[in-house]
């Protein structure tokens, strides 16, 4: 029988705090409640974080990273001056709260609410985390007014307004030049869209072109089938459809939903595919902008004769690899054959 493991098992919380802040829509800030000291961790903090990590492991969250240096690079040196230990957990936090009053404060519809910030530890993984999470709260669902947690068993996503959870060892990895990494900072909403003032004050910025974000989008899809369809022929057809799906809506000017693609592989269970592709490994954004040149890559390149004596089927991510034309002699070479094949052409020569 598998062990159960409870919840937040795989949790290390470092630090967590809460702060407030008081704001009317179309006002200016009222008041910044400041906590004066993080709280003491307990089993309620734990599944505080385990249920903000598990909504993080679903669909329709946004990634990116940190923009250039710049004015809104606050956040980020803050960040890296605590991760330095050159700055108290809590100093950097009451900071991040005056940075936030002075945006919010040139933000006339922003509202107040609760600031989490959190530090973690995936002990699955040994991946650290920094959790911001902004909660409105007008219920008194999560939090009490001395600035602790209450006594829930589990978050309503819906109350969230948003949170965003940047992967500090995965954002250091890219800071010591690993080219592999080009995400690490992503965003999730409840019922709000994610605002331009909140990714503001984070200093993020979207750099997934169209060729980055179809290279995931791709690289995820082939994964997938790979894993859940033996049938060569079946695959080849999703393939075929996907494909052919992603240059229509390309053609019409639209981008293409990560779960229109969940939908199309499996009718039945149409949230699986979107699932895998929101995880962090592959972070397919929800709406992605095609690179018609890269979806094409999802497919084969097949031709057979009229006569049925040259018949020929490669992956066309081959190309330009393993498979190159020359246009000029009208000629086609192909590399690092299998030896299999080699072995079979030598016997005719």
């Given at each position: 029988?598998?062990?159960?493991?409870?919840?937040?098992?795989?949790?290390?919380?470092?630090?967590?705090?809460?702060?407030?802040?008081?704001?009317?829509?179309?006002?200016?800030?009222?008041?910044?409640?400041?906590?004066?000291?993080?709280?003491?961790?307990?089993?309620?903090?734990?599944?505080?974080?385990?249920?903000?990590?598990?909504?993080?492991?679903?669909?329709?969250?946004?990634?990116?990273?940190?923009?250039?240096?710049?004015?809104?690079?606050?956040?980020e040196?803050?960040?890296?001056?605590?991760?330095?230990?050159?700055?108290g957990?809590?100093?950097?936090?009451q900071?991040l709260?005056?940075?936030?009053?002075?945006?919010?404060?040139?933000t006339?519809?922003?509202?107040?609410?609760?600031?989490?910030?959190?530090?973690?530890?995936?002990?699955?993984?040994?991946?650290?985390?920094f959790?911001?999470?902004?909660?409105?709260?007008?219920?008194?669902?999560f939090f009490?007014?001395?600035?602790?947690?209450?006594?829930i068993e589990?978050?309503?996503?819906?109350?969230?307004?948003?949170?965003?959870?940047?992967?500090?060892?995965r954002?250091?990895?890219?800071?010591?030049?690993?080219?592999?990494?080009?995400?690490?900072?992503?965003?999730?909403?409840?019922?709000?869209?994610?605002?331009?003032?909140?990714?503001?004050f984070?200093?993020?910025?979207?750099?997934?072109t169209?060729?980055?974000?179809?290279?995931?989008?791709?690289?995820?899809?082939?994964?997938?089938l790979?894993?859940?369809?033996?049938?060569?022929?079946?695959?080849?057809?999703?393939?075929?459809?996907?494909?052919?799906?992603?240059?229509?809506?390309?053609?019409?000017?639209?981008?293409?939903f990560?779960?229109?693609?969940?939908?199309?592989?499996?009718?039945?269970?149409?949230?699986?595919?979107?699932?895998?592709?929101?995880?962090?490994?592959?972070?397919?954004?929800?709406?992605?902008s095609?690179?018609?040149?890269?979806?094409?890559?999802?497919?084969?390149?097949?031709?057979?004769?009229?006569?049925e004596?040259?018949?020929?089927?490669?992956?066309?991510?081959?190309i330009?690899?393993?498979i190159?034309?020359?246009?000029?002699?009208?000629?086609?070479?192909?590399?690092?054959?299998?030896?299999?094949?080699?072995v079979?052409?030598?016997?005719?020569?």
């Amino acid at each position: 029988m598998p062990e159960i493991k409870q919840k937040g098992h795989d949790i290390k919380i470092k630090n967590i705090i809460i702060h407030q802040i008081i704001k009317e829509p179309s006002k200016n800030v009222k008041e910044i409640k400041i906590a004066k000291k993080a709280l003491e961790i307990s089993k309620k903090e734990v599944f505080f974080i385990a249920d903000i990590k598990k909504s993080f492991s679903g669909t329709g969250k946004t990634y990116g990273i940190f923009e250039e240096q710049n004015e809104s690079s606050i956040f980020e040196n803050l960040l890296h001056n605590y991760i330095t230990e050159e700055l108290g957990f809590l100093e950097m936090t009451q900071e991040l709260m005056h940075q936030y009053k002075k945006i919010l404060d040139n933000t006339k519809p922003a509202s107040g609410g609760f600031l989490v910030f959190a530090d973690y530890l995936n002990t699955t993984t040994n991946s650290e985390y920094f959790l911001v999470l902004a909660i409105n709260n007008k219920e008194g669902y999560f939090f009490t007014e001395d600035l602790t947690l209450s006594e829930i068993e589990s978050i309503d996503l819906s109350k969230i307004d948003v949170a965003s959870l940047i992967n500090v060892s995965r954002w250091q990895e890219f800071k010591n030049g690993n080219e592999e990494i080009d995400t690490y900072l992503s965003f999730r909403s409840g019922l709000k869209n994610i605002s331009q003032y909140f990714q503001y004050f984070i200093g993020c910025a979207d750099r997934t072109t169209k060729t980055a974000g179809s290279k995931k989008l791709v690289t995820a899809i082939k994964d997938y089938l790979n894993d859940k369809i033996n049938d060569k022929n079946e695959r080849d057809k999703l393939l075929d459809k996907i494909k052919l799906h992603c240059l229509e809506n390309d053609r019409n000017g639209k981008g293409v939903f990560l779960n229109d693609i969940s939908r199309i592989i499996d009718e039945e269970n149409t949230e699986d595919f979107a699932h895998f592709a929101s995880d962090e490994k592959y972070s397919v954004n929800p709406i992605i902008s095609i690179d018609r040149n890269i979806i094409k890559l999802l497919t084969k390149t097949r031709y057979k004769s009229k006569n049925e004596d040259f018949i020929i089927e490669f992956d066309n991510t081959l190309i330009g690899t393993r498979i190159k034309y020359d246009e000029k002699t009208n000629s086609m070479l192909i590399e690092d054959i299998p030896q299999e094949l080699a072995v079979q052409v030598k016997k005719h020569m």
